[in-house]
């Protein structure tokens, strides 16, 4: 059975996405409570415990799925110049 290509996540979903990206120890599972649900079904995020101080908390991280999803998503923006000022 063919798989259908993903549709590019957008507004929260991908706020939460590039937030797993910024926390390679986890993100806490608190945060983003609506957008990670929708994530991990894509599986572009993963529950897994995280490290904590003497403890191991729940948190989220980013799948290589996901990294490939945003490097996607970065690479079709469009191009921005950076305004130079005369010297």
């Known amino acids: 059975m063919p798989t259908e290509p993903k549709a ?15 926390y390679p120890r986890g993100l806490r599972h ?4 609506s957008a990670m649900p929708t994530l ?3 599986g572009l995020v ?6 904590g101080p003497g403890r191991k908390i729940p948190a989220w991280f980013i799948t290589q799925e996901g990294r490939d999803h945003l ?3 970065e ?3 469009p191009a921005t ?7």
């Open 8 to 22: 590019p996540v957008r507004g929260r979903q991908l706020e939460a996405l590039r937030a797993c990206l910024l």
């Open 30 to 33: 608190e945060a983003y409570p």
């Open 40 to 42: 991990k079904k894509l």
């Open 46 to 51: 993963v529950s897994r415990p995280a490290l």
């Open 71 to 73: 490097a996607e998503i």
């Open 75 to 77: 690479a079709s923006k």
């Open 81 to 87: 110049r950076s305004r130079r000022t005369p010297a």
